[in-house]
């Protein structure tokens, strides 16, 4: 089998131990090179192989690529997302496919929740109001009312990996939970303890507004200035998802009006024009994409590194991407 990733993120993929795993079970043919592979890597690196593991940044296995390692069966990526990376021919020569995303899905709804506390607790403008010199006086407190999540109404747009962790993890804070999703059915809202509403109605209802959508021709800036216009005074929104699934123009003119909380971890380009609104609204908070691991990403390379040893032994995947799959993911 065959690492694709690039030597110098082996330290933040991939634990000692499941590497001393995947060499029990297979001989490893590594990329060489320190960044991950591009065509003519793969095209060398895969002649022999049965499986390999890919990462960000690896080359697309294209017709090509798939022509040039005539044993290879198996594809586990390591990301957000496979698409980028899986052609027509891979699934024309039926390599079963698998992603660790569900693994990366924990860390950006840990990140999720943190900001969802901090913003409901107006923690990033009341800062800044002390750092200038302010305390509580009553002009900040009526603008920046710091309230608890505890008991708030939270709206998840979205309820794949990401949404249903976060669900998860809202559990102690007694909070409403609502879910726009099409493919999420009332037996399994039922289930997870969330209600089923359309979009309007969670902008409506929602305190807080977290999105965790794939970004598809259908979601593509489906939160415009209607469904933003919805949004209560003093609501906070959150995308740890694409950028592309708000209309960053309709976002602007509505934190413009100081009604709202915005957190974006993504933006629409990424990153935002050096002059956008967004690096100086006061009620607007641009992450650079850091809601997933950033340092350690262990928990994907142990993930990818069983579905490989579970493919060599002729066992089912833990988490196989189908072509039917790719309207409803990222």
Known sequence: MAITIGQSHYRRMFSAAALDDLSAAAEIAHHAGDEPAGKQDLLTVLAEADACITGWGVAQLDADVVAAAPRLGHMAHMGGSVKRFVSEAVWERGIRVT???????????????????????????????????GWRDHAVWDRWDARELHRSTVGLVGAGNVGRHVIELLAPFSVTILVADPYLSDGEAESLGVERVELVELMDRSDVVSIHAPETAQTRRMIGAGELSRLGDGAVLINTARGGIIDEAALIDELATGRIFAFLDVTDPEPPAPDSPLRHLENAVVTPHIAGCIDNCHRMGELAVEEVCRYLAGRPAVNEIRPDMFDRIA
């Open 99 to 133: 992603s660790a995303a569900i693994t990366l899905a924990r860390d950006v709804a840990e990140t999720t929740l943190g900001l969802m506390i901090v913003g409901r607790k107006r923690i990033w403008p009341l800062g800044n109001h002390v750092r200038d010199g």
